[in-house]
Nanobody
């Protein structure tokens, strides 16, 4: 059983910052990609950022220049640093852990952490 536990969400004013963390219950050192997705009530879940085991990153256009995804393989942890937050960033943020070398072999999600940005 693989578990992903997110933390770091909360309430912040527009222009502020938060850092989300996701701890995975097994090694993330190789053969996987980590990601963050978000979903607001009544809206579709959308990709925020991903990072491969080789360090290659991908960001949604809406967060480029403001958010940074990183990983610490020794701690089995992925982070999302969120700066210059906007009210439209308000959502539940979900951590994702998926196979990279063999796509589709596994795909796990955390329970989510709430981020609320006040105007």
């Amino acid at each position: 059983q693989v578990q992903l536990v997110e933390s770091g969400g909360g309430l912040v004013q527009a222009g502020g910052s938060l850092r989300l963390s996701c701890v995975v219950s097994r090694s993330i050192a190789s053969s996987n990609a980590m990601g963050w997705y978000r979903q607001a009530p009544g809206k579709q879940r959308e990709l925020v950022a991903t990072v491969t085991d080789g360090g290659r990153t991908n960001y949604a256009d809406s967060v480029k220049g403001r958010f940074t995804i990183s990983r610490d393989n020794a701690k089995n942890t992925v982070y999302l640093q969120m700066n210059s937050l906007k009210p439209e960033d308000t959502a539940v943020y979900y951590c994702n852990y998926r196979s990279q070398v063999v796509p589709g072999a596994y795909n796990y999600w955390g329970q989510g952490t709430q981020v609320t940005v006040s105007s």
